[in-house]
T-cell receptor, first 114, second 111 residues
């Protein structure tokens, strides 16, 4: 039973255009969400996070949107660059002090075409 | 500031053997978590340690165990290895308000 789903295994986008990566979750206890970027043979690198008290968080070219009622979040990358080509993982964590257990989606492979 | 260090980077073991993987967290970070990444299952949480105590445990058999030392370094052990244990094992460390930082992982191959 997947609690965090990334339904698109892959996405191709032209350089300079917007990349939109989607993530759905089922567990209502999740209230902190993160996006990670991963290159082969490396560990995931933290990109951006959002807590459930917000519906949007921006950091440079990266923006994460959270729709709690739909249990859906998305990562927007604008403009997309070839160096953004990687696998992107959505992760979620439940509330509560000391909760450091992340539940990950299976990832979306983004290819940015020059 | 040094990142999360995992050793070894690569490991080949035979079925039935046991293996120990090591993780040195970022200095000052007291929480260390372990994850298994496989092509079919993605990243799955194994366990998390804080101040030498296991706080959370994922849904893995008892063959998977871990521990944390007083200097926050952590080890995970897998006994009686199976072919399905072949995976990338990732360690992440976290400090107060610092988020999660992952190491580069240990690639374990069981033959």
């Amino acid at each position: 039973d997947q609690q965090v789903k990334q339904n698109s295994p892959s996405l191709s986008v032209q350089e300079g255009r917007i990349s939109i990566l989607n993530c759905d979750y089922t567990n209502s206890m999740f209230d902190y969400f993160l996006w990670y970027k991963k290159y082969p043979a490396e560990g995931p690198t933290f990109l951006i996070s959002i807590s459930s008290i917000k519906d949007k968080n921006e950091d440079g070219r990266f923006t994460v949107f959270l729709n709690k009622s739909a249990k859906h979040l998305s990562l927007h990358i604008v403009p997309s660059q070839p160096g953004d080509s990687a696998v992107y993982f959505c992760a979620a964590s439940p509330s509560g002090a000391g909760s450091y257990q992340l539940t990950f989606g299976k990832g979306t492979k983004l290819s940015v075409i020059p | 500031k040094a990142g999360v260090t995992q050793t070894p980077r690569y490991l080949i073991k035979t079925r039935g053997q046991q293996v120990t993987l090591s993780c040195s967290p970022i200095s000052g970070h007291r929480s260390v978590s372990w994850y298994q990444q496989t092509p079919g299952q993605g990243l799955q949480f194994l366990f998390e340690y804080f101040s030498e105590t296991q706080r959370n445990k994922g849904n893995f058999p008892g063959r998977f165990s871990g521990r944390q030392f007083s200097n926050s370094r952590s080890e995970m052990n897998v006994s009686t290895l199976e072919l399905g244990d072949s995976a990338l094992y990732l360690c992440a460390s976290s400090g107060t308000g610092a988020g999660y930082t992952f190491g580069s992982g240990t690639r374990l191959t069981v033959v």
